[in-house]
T-cell receptor, first 113, second 109 residues
């Protein structure tokens, strides 16, 4: 029972490099989201999707792109990595958001040098 | 602007005593509230939730209280155990999930 799977677990990038953080869920959840966790800041929403083909911005979307071509996958792209994007990234999914629980992946720890 | 606030970054409690974690929110449109527990190097895991139509929900040692007039949420853990030591996030939802900044609970054996 995989749940929400994130890859990679760790990544080190140089400033200006691009990369994609992968997220997949096997629970047929419609709602998926990306958060970043920084010390003293809690979990901040980057982007979210309410279903395949539909995405929207969260609180801190700048520097990130997302797409949702299937129900299962919700990749997060860093276009040109900056040191300010050093963080721990979590992907989450749920059934339609009303009165439902989000399930989280184990996280990707990203360092941008 | 933080819509969900946890004003205590940390809390220490003796084993067997009650732990009370607090959370305040500003948006009266929130209709569902949740608590998550997070261990280091792991993702947050769901602990307990409450709908806005209720004022209390209990699950074993964990009870969540909701005071809508005060826009205040609390989590009670009784009795506290060393394995409860973790970071606890409160969250609220309407069309999105909003998380607090977390409270680090340490239960001292």
């Amino acid at each position: 029972n995989a749940g929400v799977t994130q890859t990679p677990k760790f990544q080190v990038l140089k400033t200006g490099q691009s990369m994609t953080l992968q997220c997949a869920q096997d629970m047929n959840h419609e709602y998926m989201s990306w958060y970043r966790q920084d010390p003293g800041m809690g979990l901040r929403l980057i982007h979210y999707s309410v279903g395949a083909g539909i995405t929207d911005q969260g609180e801190v979307p700048n520097g990130y792109n997302v797409s949702r071509s299937t129900t299962e996958d919700f990749p997060l792209r860093l276009l040109s990595a900056a040191p300010s994007q050093t963080s721990v990234y979590f992907c989450a999914s749920s059934y339609p958001i009303t009165q439902n629980i989000q399930y989280f992946g184990a996280g990707t720890r990203l360092s941008v040098l | 602007d933080q819509q969900v606030k946890q004003n205590s970054p940390s809390l220490s409690v003796q084993e067997g005593r009650i732990s009370i974690l607090n959370c305040d929110y500003t948006n009266s449109m929130f209709d569902y509230f949740l608590w998550y527990k997070k261990y280091p190097a792991e993702g947050p895991t769901f602990l307990i939730s409450i709908s806005s139509i209720k004022d209390k929900n209990e699950d074993g040692r964990f009870t969540v209280f909701l005071n809508k007039s005060a826009k205040h949420l609390s989590l009670h853990i009784v009795p506290s155990q060393p394995g409860d030591s973790a970071v606890y996030f409160c969250a609220a939802s309407s069309n999105q999930f909003y998380f607090g900044t977390g409270t680090s609970l340490t239960v001292i054996p």
